[in-house]
């Protein structure tokens, strides 16, 4: 989940092809992918992630909400040049926990890290950690989708949220 923009489609195609496109090309509806992670805690588990990507601008809200419907977890993303992204999380957390409720694990994202190193940064590193206490994530990460920083970590500790979660281990 995250504003039109901050780098969702593009974390997804790192972690899943990894490959990065600098253009815009802007996500209409949903995007489905599927990946297979290995977990070095727990080898005897075989686990399929399926990710959904969707479109983050207001004029797609309406068609959101049904996919969010049977989720396992949230990543909320915001761009670290871009502090409007950061304000807007809260209403990202609104919009999917009016479906799913609360009790689901999810992680807080700040993409664009190799920007935010060039001097580009609106948002600061207690910033982030305030928010994810705030959120009640998991985890703070600070990614690069680009510079394929930290993209592995943010699906990894995702999943073994998850699994720790519904499985008995
Ligand atoms: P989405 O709307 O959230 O799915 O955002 P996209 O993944 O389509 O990315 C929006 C724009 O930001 C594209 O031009 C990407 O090339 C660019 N972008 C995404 N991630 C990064 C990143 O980590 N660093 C930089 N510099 N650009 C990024
Ligand atoms: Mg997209």
Not at 1 to 23: A, I, P
């Amino acid at each position: 989940m995250g504003d039109g923009g901050v780098g969702k489609t593009s974390m997804v195609l790192r972690y899943c092809e990894n490959t990065f496109k600098e253009n815009y090309i802007m996500t209409i509806g949903s995007n489905f992918s599927t990946k297979q992670v290995d977990l070095e805690k727990y080898p005897n588990f075989l686990i399929k992630l399926q990710l959904w990507d969707l479109a983050g601008q207001k004029h797609f809200s309406f068609v959101r909400p049904p996919f969010y419907r049977g989720s396992s977890a949230t990543v909320y993303t915001f761009d670290l040049t871009r502090r409007s992204s950061f304000q807007n999380i809260l209403n990202w957390k609104n919009e999917v926990e009016k479906v799913i409720g609360d009790g689901k694990p999810s992680i807080l994202v700040g993409n664009k890290i190799d920007l935010a190193e060039q001097g580009q940064r609106e948002v600061g590193i207690g910033e982030g950690e305030a928010l994810k206490e705030e959120l009640n994530a998991i985890t703070y990460l600070e990614t690069s989708a680009k510079n394929d920083t930290r993209i592995e970590p943010v699906f990894k500790d995702l999943t073994l949220a998850i699994l720790e979660k519904t499985q008995k281990l």
